[in-house]
């Protein structure tokens, strides 16, 4: 089967690029800098279930994405899911925290997650400032 | 600096072995069967900190891990997740998700979480099976 990003998921980020393994995207979400992995294997639904040079090339992705993101905003903490209760498709969420974010100090898969999308000028100047991010970054391993 | 788990999670979770990498945890809330990994790294409070060689065995933990509770509890899903905005030593959660269990289809790090400690009989019997199965996996990478 051909893998293709879940409709859930394309509906609601903004595409950033394509690393070895993962398509990046940031959530369309303005209260946060909040960004996730796709891991373009078709079916995959658990970590375990990659190989282990998949898994492996994964936390390397995991971390270039978080290394990133502190260097860009600077938060007071990353905090990185995977859960797929809701969307099955295996995806990890990488998420810049702050001390003054509006669900502080929970984490942000619960009721009290108020839908915020950004506006289209917002919008296109940060997903043009992390394109470019995403694209100089090489993930080693 | 010596390595010594928080005070936060060693009250709050019953320990259950040593892997390579990480003491494991089984978090005292009987809702859940929640497992947490506390790599053995001095002030270690996000996953880029690791060497390369550390974050790919703290995977490999996170991975046998989850096999080891997809065999044991057969859960709907399960959820990881590496937060530290409370207790700010690098801790990874893997918890084992049901359908019908209380917070399903959100995350479990939220304000709705209602502290339910096992009762001493349930815990001693539950951690006895985890230490022999924490014991008999062998985390290879």
Chains 1, 2 share one sequence.
Not at 129 to 140: A, D, G, Q
Request: net charge negative; proline share 4%; no cysteine.
């Amino acid at each position: 089967m051909q893998f293709e990003v879940d409709d859930r998921i394309h509906t609601s980020a903004f595409w950033l690029g394509d690393w070895p393994l993962s398509a990046v995207y940031l959530k369309n979400h303005a209260d946060f800098r909040w960004l996730i992995l796709v891991p373009r294997i078709a079916n995959a639904q658990e970590i375990y279930q990659l190989s282990i040079i998949e898994r492996h090339l994964l936390m390397d992705e995991m971390v270039a994405l978080s290394a990133m993101m502190e260097a860009l905003f600077k938060p007071d903490k990353i905090n990185m899911g995977a859960l797929g209760n809701m969307v099955s498709q295996l995806h990890v969420h990488v998420v810049a925290r702050f001390k003054t974010d509006v669900l502080w100090p929970h984490g942000i898969w619960q009721p009290d997650l108020i839908a915020n999308p950004y506006d289209a000028e917002e919008a296109n100047g940060l997903v043009k400032i992390l394109r470019k991010k995403i694209e100089e970054v090489s993930v080693t391993s």
